[in-house]
C-alpha cells in the first residue's frame, strides 16, 4: 500500500516551453503533497507544500509563478515548470502524507527534466 | 533553524563490515525520525522510522538506528553489510516548522561496498 507514481519519469524540453508533471496517490488519499528537487549528488530540498484544495505553500527563495502546483483532487497534483531554463533541469520528486498514514510521506520515483 | 547533519558524505566498506552511518539534528520539539535509501536510478525507500517508544528501531534488510536523544542523534547501523546495500542514505526529520510538518533531509552518505 501508500504508493505514489509520478509522471512522466524523464522528460526533455526546450527553453522557454513549460513541462508539467504529475504526482499521484495510488492507494491513498493524499491530503497533502510535497514537492522537493534533487541536484545530482545532492540531497532533496523541499520546494513546496500543497494541501488539497488550497493553495501551495512554497519555501523560501522558490518562484511561485515559476512553479505552479495545482492541487485539485486527494489523489493528484501538479508541478508545471514554467518558461524553462537550462538552470531549471533537475530531478523532480514528489511525496504524499494523509489517508490517515500520519506524518509518514511515501514518495514518488522522481521526473528527471533536461531542458535543452 | 532546524537543520539535519550526516557527517559522512562517502563511505566505502567491503562486504561483510559492520556500518555505522552517523545522523544529528537540531530541532528542539518532538520528533520523528527517518532513514531513507536511494539505490541506484531507484525512487527514496523507506528503511525505518522512529516516532516514540523504543528507541532502538529495526528497519528493513537489516538495518536499524538507535535514537539518543541528549546526543540529538539518529545513527544508522547495519552489523555485515553486502554489495547491494551500495546506495545513498538519506536522515531525515520531521519537524514543525511555519505550522505545519515539514521533513527536513541531510545531505545523505553515498555508501560503496565492495564484493
Known amino acids: 500500500g501508500a504508493v505514489v507514481s509520478q509522471h512522466p519519469s524523464w522528460v526533455i524540453c526546450k527553453s522557454g516551453t513549460s513541462v508539467k508533471i504529475e504526482c499521484r496517490s495510488l492507494?491513498?488519499?493524499?491530503?497533502?503533497m510535497f514537492w522537493y528537487r534533487q541536484f545530482p549528488k545532492q540531497s532533496l530540498m523541499l520546494m513546496a507544500t500543497s494541501n488539497e484544495g488550497s493553495k501551495a505553500t512554497y519555501e523560501q527563495g522558490v518562484e511561485k509563478d515559476k512553479f505552479l502546483i495545482n492541487h485539485a483532487s486527494l489523489t493528484l497534483s501538479t508541478l508545471t515548470v514554467t518558461s524553462a531554463h537550462p538552470e531549471d533541469s533537475s530531478f523532480y520528486i514528489c511525496s504524499a502524507r494523509g489517508g490517515g498514514l500520519g506524518y509518514e510521506q511515501y514518495f514518488g520515483p522522481g521526473t528527471r527534466l533536461t531542458v535543452t | 533553524a532546524q537543520s539535519v547533519s550526516q557527517h559522512n558524505h562517502h563511505v566505502i566498506l567491503s562486504e561483510a563490515a559492520s556500518l555505522e552511518l552517523g545522523c544529528n539534528y537540531s530541532y528542539g520539539g518532538t520528533v520523528n525520525l527517518f532513514w531513507y535509501v536511494q539505490y541506484p536510478g531507484q525512487h527514496l525507500q523507506l528503511l525505518l522510522k522512529y516516532f516514540s517508544g523504543d528507541p532502538l528501531v529495526k528497519g528493513i534488510k537489516g538495518f536499524e538506528a538507535e535514537f539518543i536523544k541528549s546526543k540529538f542523534s539518529f545513527n544508522l547501523r547495519k552489523p555485515s553489510v553486502q554489495w547491494s546495500d551500495t546506495a545513498e542514505y538519506f536522515c531525515a526529520v520531521n519537524a514543525r516548522m511555519d505550522s505545519s510538518y515539514k521533513l527536513i533531509f541531510g545531505s545523505g552518505t553515498r555508501l560503496l561496498v565492495r564484493p
Open positions: 492507494d491513498f488519499q493524499a491530503t497533502t
